[in-house]
């Protein structure tokens, strides 16, 4: 993990296409502004975890087992 610091106002870039920028600070949580191609898709970490479980339990084979067993 890299770790930067970064003031009000300031900015970084990713891979050239991407750019964060601090937009606002306040106590202990930090607003963040980003600027991507529409193509990048940008979740928070606990919704990206969410949808990873969900793809994984679509994919589950005992899962479509049980879909099997509903149209027999």
Known sequence: MLALSRKKGEALVISNNVEVTILEIK????KLGI???????IYRK??????QAANQEAGDISGVEALKELFK
């Open 27 to 30: 106590g202990d949580q930090v």
């Open 35 to 41: 600027t991507a191609p529409k193509e990048v898709p």
């Open 46 to 51: 606990e919704v990206y975890m969410q949808i």
